[in-house]
């Protein structure tokens, strides 16, 4: 598990305080967080109504569900799946830094969102640029390889190196 990066975090929060228009509350930035509801309103900032509904007070099943709901907002906004945060990495603290890199990956993906004209977060993202090689352009890329630059190497072969399980022998 990476440590925590106190750079990042304080990146993260002051950009969802720009995004929110408001101040966050003062306190330590996973307690801030905890309770999903800043990440809510933050997500219905980027793409209106995509959290329907938000729990502000109830139990710790309640809160969690806040979380859930972001979770499946931040999914259907583009995040893909890996960087996607558990619930228990912010409400249980099990995962800090997780948490806040998936802040920062999805600030970074609001620059593939035209219709947002916030502040976004990170460097910019890059474009693809789809290379068009006709016949002849491919024909002249591929054999003009000398066959003395693709590895020979005089028949070493790993023989003797031993296989997966051996120790080795000093």
Not at 100 to 126: I, N, V
């Amino acid at each position: 598990m990476p440590g925590r990066n106190k750079e990042v975090e304080d990146e993260v929060m002051a950009w969802i305080s720009n995004v929110l228009g408001e101040k966050l509350p003062p306190g330590n930035p996973d307690d801030v967080l905890k309770d999903g509801v800043i990440l809510c309103n933050l997500m219905n900032k980027l793409s209106p109504g995509s959290v329907k509904k938000i729990q502000t007070s109830g139990g710790s099943f309640k809160l969690m569900e806040n979380i859930q709901r972001f979770q499946q907002a931040v999914k259907a906004y583009g995040l893909p799946q890996e960087e996607i945060f558990q619930t228990a990495d912010l409400f249980e603290k099990r995962n800090i830094p997780q948490v806040f890199l998936s802040l920062y990956a999805l600030g970074r993906q609001t620059q593939k969102h035209p219709e947002w004209t916030g502040p976004t977060l990170g460097p910019k993202m890059a474009e693809a640029q789809k290379k068009e090689w006709d016949e002849e352009q491919q024909r002249l890329l591929r054999d003009g390889q000398i066959g003395l630059q693709m590895g020979y190497n005089k028949g070493a072969n790993q023989a003797g190196q031993g296989a997966f399980g051996n120790t080795r022998h000093m």
